[in-house]
């Protein structure tokens, strides 16, 4: 069975909001072997929804309509339904009353536009909304199914796992459809397309798709398969494959963050670090508070942004910042050791830089940044230029920080 996925509403088509129903869905929909094929936003307008409905039930078995059910004038979803598939719709009864005891509980009388809510296209079977006032609807008709949801996600979800899922996994077939991502870090995409494609350009299952993901490469392999085990032995065989050819640069095969994979590092090791960050503001510091349990391994960080505070803080020598200045090596590993000697840490990192778009000179250009990690062993210190405007510079520093640590302390 193939899915085709609406969501309506004026809304979704400015920048203000997203369609995240159909993420969701698709979701739901590819764990039960239901491949989405279409997405499509469409506002609240009744001539170019009814084209789009009806593109849709021609092309796609299941066709799921998001948003639209409301009570006001602008909630077209039920009577262009109805047009399209010539149902008219008709009141019911129990819908009604539904409607009028929940408006009572609340000790108010229920406005005259929610008895749109109680009408139905003829024949179509309506859904019970747990959380809000617009019921679903599902409505069958040659050989199509036709879906329609509340567009607020938390009435949407509620409902289709009620109502929806034990429907659709009757009907969905053999078919399973299973996903892995493989996160990978220290290559350009172009670099990782070379190593794996070898690989994947022998299979036709499982898919293979390439993604640049901040400061990543994101490798998704999507398997079909007749039931979990076989679609995940598909995903094996070929992501057995992806391993040889990226080695370690393969951060992540089951959805960690690189910021996880690095705190798990550190705990393993029994290790802590701390951070004396400039260009990138505490960048690396807020990443590895985001993992839980941060407190066992992340000591503290400071943002020495002024001379001043680099000295005063971290103990930079104010005559090596003068000497070499404040984006340079010897600072950045000045940074690092000085971090890691006042807070105990294990690891200590430094990172200076010029994120733009100004302050950059011929010689120190816009992108110019140096790392430095700093244990027991030795002090590691890398130059990078990185590309892009001031936040993908302070991405990639950060990516970059992490990335250190990882490699350090897996040893």
């Known amino acids: 069975m193939d899915a085709e996925i609406i969501a309506v509403?004026?809304?979704?088509?400015?920048?203000?909001?997203?369609?995240?129903?159909?993420?969701y869905l698709t979701g739901k929909l590819n764990s039960l072997g239901i491949e989405v094929r279409f997405k499509t936003i469409v506002g609240d307008d009744r001539e170019r929804l009814a084209a789009s409905l009806r593109q849709a039930i021609e092309r796609s078995g299941l066709v799921i309509l998001t948003g639209g059910l409301g009570p006001t004038e602008d909630d077209v979803n039920r009577e262009v339904?109805?047009?399209v598939l010539d149902r008219p719709l008709l009141e019911v009864p129990e819908l009604r009353k539904s409607l009028e005891e929940r408006w009572a509980k609340l000790g108010r009388a229920m406005p005259a536009n929610n008895l749109r809510q109680t009408l139905v296209p003829r024949g179509a079977e309506w859904l019970p909304n747990s959380r809000g006032t617009a019921p679903?609807?599902?409505?069958?008709q040659d050989e199509r199914i036709l879906v329609l949801l509340p567009g607020p996600p938390w009435e949407l979800e509620a409902m289709f796992e009620a109502e929806c899922i034990p429907r659709l996994a009757r009907r969905a077939g053999g078919t399973r459809i299973r996903t892995r991502t493989y996160k990978v870090v220290g290559l350009p995409e172009s670099e990782v397309d070379r190593?794996?494609?070898?690989a994947f350009k022998q299979y036709t299952n499982p898919e293979t798709t390439i993604l640049s993901v901040l400061g990543t490469i994101e490798v998704h392999l999507r398997a079909h398969g007749s039931n979990d085990a076989e679609a995940d032995a598909l995903l094996t065989e070929l992501g057995d494959k992806f391993e040889l050819a990226l080695g370690d640069h393969i951060f992540s095969s089951r959805g960690e963050s690189l910021e996880e994979v690095v705190g798990m590092y550190l705990v393993m090791k029994q290790?802590?670090?701390a951070t004396a960050e400039s260009c990138t503001g505490g960048l690396v510091a807020e990443r590895l508070t985001r993992v839980p349990g941060s407190s066992s391994f992340f000591v503290g960080g400071v943002v020495a942004?002024?001379?001043?505070?680099?000295?005063?803080?971290?103990?930079v020598p104010a005559e090596l910042i003068a000497s070499e200045g404040a984006v340079s090596q010897p600072v950045a590993q000045a940074l690092a050791e000085g971090v890691r000697r006042r807070t105990g840490a294990s690891v200590g990192i430094g990172i200076t830089g010029i994120a733009g778009p100004s302050g950059g000179t011929p010689e120190k250009p816009v992108g110019l940044v140096f790392i430095a990690l700093a244990d027991d062993r030795s002090t590691e210190?890398?130059?990078?230029?990185?590309?892009?405007?001031?936040e993908r510079i302070r991405t990639w520093s950060s990516v970059a920080a992490l990335e250190m640590i990882r490699r350090r302390v897996r040893e």
């Open 9 to 23: 509403g004026s809304e979704l088509l400015t920048p203000f909001r997203q369609d995240t129903n159909s993420l």
């Open 81 to 83: 339904v109805g047009d």
């Open 136 to 140: 679903g609807l599902w409505i069958e």
């Open 195 to 198: 190593r794996i494609a070898p």
């Open 271 to 273: 290790k802590t670090v």
């Open 305 to 315: 942004y002024s001379n001043d505070l680099k000295t005063r803080l971290v103990g």
């Open 381 to 390: 210190v890398r130059r990078f230029q990185f590309p892009g405007d001031r």
